[in-house]
């Protein structure tokens, strides 16, 4: 089995289970508030700050450097957003790291100490996941906030692959072509699964947050329990 193809059918359940989570579920009936976002948008991009950094500092990784394409970079157009809604709807930054994206960063910094092909899992889960269910919430943010344009959007926005899927057929192909051993493939699908597990708890923490912003009344109007 090719590697793209095993991390894909390996993950299925843990994308499930991300989907699941009551403040994605949210996202999707258009219950998000500016502030909450704003607080979303900078977990992710003390996230992907980190990521890319460790990536440019082994670009020439025999292995890493087979998925090195600085045009997915995120920091600049998340750093971009987080500045219009603060511009656009007053919002606020915490100024601080939260504890889940402190648990994801430090995981990160991690396996790039000890098994810094382990990244490949990280990028793979990120950005295909940015180019292809992150298209869908883009469609979801800029109805929310009546966004027009790529104003507030620029997360999902790739300007220099013009192709999402021709993209990802060519990252899914240069995965294949990892010179990985079936030790390392093993290792590689688990730390697939832990990527969407600390991306899940991103959401279950920003859960809180939305509570807060929108009331927990409408939370659960939103999201029924039961």
Partial sequence: MSVALMLREGTADKHQETER???LRAIFRGGLDP???TYQLESLRDVYNVMEDLFRENAKDPILSKVY???LFRTKALEEDIKFFQSKFGTKVKGKISPKTQDYINHIQRIAKT???LLVAQSYVRYLGDLSGGQAIKKVI?????LEGTDGTAFYEFPEIQDHQAFKGIYRTAMDTLPLNDSQKTELLEEAKQVFDLNKNLFVELEEDLKINIGVEKFQELIPVG
């Fill in 142 to 146: 800029a109805k929310t906030f009546a």
């Fill in 35 to 37: 502030q909450t976002y």
């Fill in 21 to 23: 989570v009551p403040y």
């Fill in 69 to 71: 394409f600085p045009e």
């Fill in 115 to 117: 098994n810094p092909y």
